[in-house]
């Protein structure tokens, strides 16, 4: 199942902050978030394992909770570049098909002077 | 090279029409995989490689569509008689790794758009 993203669009002027929510359905090993220019390749942002380990983005943050299925990305003092879609994806286990990414439909978030 | 490659850039195909999608992965990146994102969606899996092994094709919509990586490098991702509804971005993506735990390098995608 795909996992759901919320919300679905933000706007924000320079400098404020953002959260970008992410839920599944199913139990989760890890999440990963990327974020998509418009006609640009997805760029990876954070991997968190189940169990704590977070691997990725200096300025970015993010959470995952693994008894709710849930993770969150948190952006502090956005900046113009931060302008993009934003994607998490799961992976269903350590075993079978743990290469394989299901991403939600997008976070857009757009960031004004 | 210094990222993942894909050519085209575009492709217009007219219905019925066969196309190939080429993608040359970071050198020496074990795992290559294909994913196709509609407009304003996610991206969805299509097929992975380890090497030159095709592990999984579960995503792939039909039997029209085939994936090779027949030395383990260059992939070629193939979709026969071209119908509207695959009119998509087709994405490729390699890691170093063959685990989940690592990062995916996305290219920027071949748009097919079928008339």
């Known amino acids: 199942q795909q996992p759901v993203q919320s919300p679905q669009a933000v706007i924000l002027r320079e400098g404020e902050d953002a959260v970008i929510n992410c839920s599944s359905s199913?139990?989760?090993?890890?999440v990963h978030w990327y974020r998509q220019k418009h006609g640009e390749a997805p760029v990876f942002l954070m991997i968190?394992?189940?169990?704590?380990e977070q691997k990725g983005h200096e300025k970015i943050s993010a959470s995952f909770n693994e008894k709710k299925q849930q993770s969150s990305l948190y952006l502090t003092a956005s900046q113009l570049s931060y302008s993009g879609t934003y994607f998490c994806?799961?992976?269903?286990?350590?075993?079978?098909?743990?290469?394989?990414?299901?991403f939600g439909k997008g976070t857009l978030l757009t960031v004004n002077p | 090279g210094a990222g993942v490659s894909q050519s085209p850039r575009y492709k217009v195909a007219k219905r019925g029409q066969d196309v190939a999608l080429r993608c040359d992965p970071i050198?020496?990146?074990?795992?290559l995989f294909w994913y196709q994102q509609a407009l304003g969606q996610g991206p969805e899996f299509l097929t992975y490689?380890?090497?030159?092994?095709?592990?999984?094709k579960s995503g792939l919509p039909s039997d029209r569509f085939f994936a090779e990586r027949p030395e383990g490098s260059v992939s070629t991702l193939k979709i026969q008689r071209t119908q509207q509804e695959d009119s998509a971005v087709y994405l490729c993506?390699?890691?170093?790794?063959?685990?989940?735990?690592?990062?995916?390098?996305f290219g920027s995608g071949t748009q097919l758009s079928v008339l």
């Open positions: 993506a390699s890691s170093s790794s063959t685990g989940i735990n690592e990062k995916l390098f």
């Open positions: 994806g799961h992976s269903g286990g350590s075993g079978g098909s743990n290469y394989k990414l299901t």
């Open positions: 050198s020496g990146h074990v795992s």
């Open positions: 968190l394992l189940k169990g704590g």
């Open positions: 490689f380890q090497n030159e092994a095709q592990l999984d």
């Open positions: 199913k139990a989760l090993y890890s």
